[in-house]
């Protein structure tokens, strides 16, 4: 008799036969990978694959974060353009991480406003404080509160709760 072993998870080959990278992924790599490869050449161009081949061996929000992360690392000192650039290149990322395949004009509208509208919070916040540490202590207790609030308005919506109190 023969024993097959069975592999316990999924292993790499099979998450990549089951990913399906989405076109707005594609767009955001494209333009994320040539943003920094133009202001940082070699190492940006090392930054956008990284991202791409983080974007097909991963499900969810994996690449928007590694995107994330290597726009603070690269372009912490370079200007606002480049800087709004690659933002708006990580936001492809995050609407197909996102919604998928084809979202509608609707959820766009809405993932773009709040998307742009904690750009702008976190600009304001480290163009007027005077260390980024608070900046960013700042920006956690705003993310708390409004993570608290949706949270709230859910459990309300959903009737578990009235909106005068636990009851």
Do not use: C
Not at 89 to 110: D, M, S
Not at 138 to 144: E, G, H, K, Q
């Amino acid at each position: 008799m023969e024993e097959r072993l069975q592999l316990v998870g999924r292993s790499f080959r099979s998450t990549l036969g089951t990913n399906a990278l989405t076109p707005l992924d594609g767009v955001g790599v494209v333009l994320f990978t040539g943003t920094l490869a133009v202001t940082h050449g070699p190492w940006g161009l090392l930054a956008g694959l990284l991202v791409f081949g983080t974007a097909i061996a991963s499900a969810g929000p994996a690449a928007f974060v590694l995107a994330q992360l290597g726009i603070v690392s690269l372009l912490a000192a370079s200007s606002t353009w480049t800087m709004a650039l690659a933002q708006f290149a990580a936001f492809f990322l995050l609407v197909g991480a996102a919604y998928g395949r084809a979202p509608t004009r609707h959820q766009l509208g809405r993932l773009a406003l709040a998307y742009f509208a904690s750009l702008g919070v976190v600009w304001v916040l480290v163009n007027s404080l005077r260390w980024l540490w608070q900046s960013a202590l700042a920006f956690l207790a705003l993310a708390a509160l409004l993570a608290y609030a949706v949270h709230r308005y859910e459990r309300v919506a959903l009737g578990l709760v009235t909106a005068e109190g636990d009851r």
